[in-house]
């Protein structure tokens, strides 16, 4: 693994937050200063590519980066932008249950305005 590979992915962990890629540039040009926006880019889609971090599209945002590979629901202020975790325990076979087949994965992105936007 590349240092700049290495620091992207020891940020996305570090955070508590979803960060989005220009978020995780200007962390990592702090400490990597000769680190390039492109070079961030194609790290991230590789990292996402092979299962370390997942990518996350939301509706009129910006792409987020989620360092958890756990299913799990998104709670997403439409007003400020904010994601927040929310766990799925049983969701998962709930829905294997009421579909009849398997699920390999699944994203949930539940829209709300949130308590400091309301």
Same mark, same amino acid.
């Given at each position: 693994?590349?240092?700049?590979?290495?620091? /992207?992915?020891?940020? =996305?962990?570090?955070?508590?937050?979803?960060?989005? %890629? $220009? @978020? =995780?540039?200007?962390?990592?040009?702090?400490?990597?200063?000769?680190? %390039?926006? %492109?070079?961030?880019? #194609? #790290? +991230? /889609? !590789?990292?996402? @590519? /092979?299962? &370390? =971090?997942?990518?996350?599209?939301?509706? $009129?945002?910006?792409?987020?980066? $989620?360092?958890?590979?756990?299913? !799990?629901?998104? +709670?997403?202020? $439409?007003?400020?932008?904010?994601?927040?975790?929310?766990?799925?325990?049983?969701?998962?076979?709930?829905?294997?249950?009421?579909?009849?087949?398997? /699920?390999? @994965?699944? @994203?949930?992105? =539940?829209?709300?305005?949130? &308590? #400091?936007?309301?």
């Amino acid at each position: 693994m590349t240092k700049q590979r290495a620091l /992207i992915l020891r940020l =996305i962990r570090e955070s508590k937050r979803h960060m989005t %890629a $220009d @978020e =995780i540039y200007q962390l990592a040009k702090a400490e990597m200063p000769g680190i %390039a926006l %492109a070079t961030v880019y #194609n #790290n +991230l /889609i !590789h990292l996402s @590519e /092979i299962g &370390e =971090i997942k990518k996350l599209t939301f509706r $009129d945002r910006t792409d987020r980066y $989620d360092k958890s590979s756990i299913p !799990h629901i998104h +709670l997403v202020c $439409d007003v400020c932008g904010k994601v927040c975790d929310h766990p799925s325990e049983g969701l998962q076979q709930e829905m294997e249950q009421r579909l009849g087949f398997p /699920i390999h @994965e699944y @994203e949930l992105a =539940i829209h709300y305005t949130c &308590e #400091n936007c309301q």
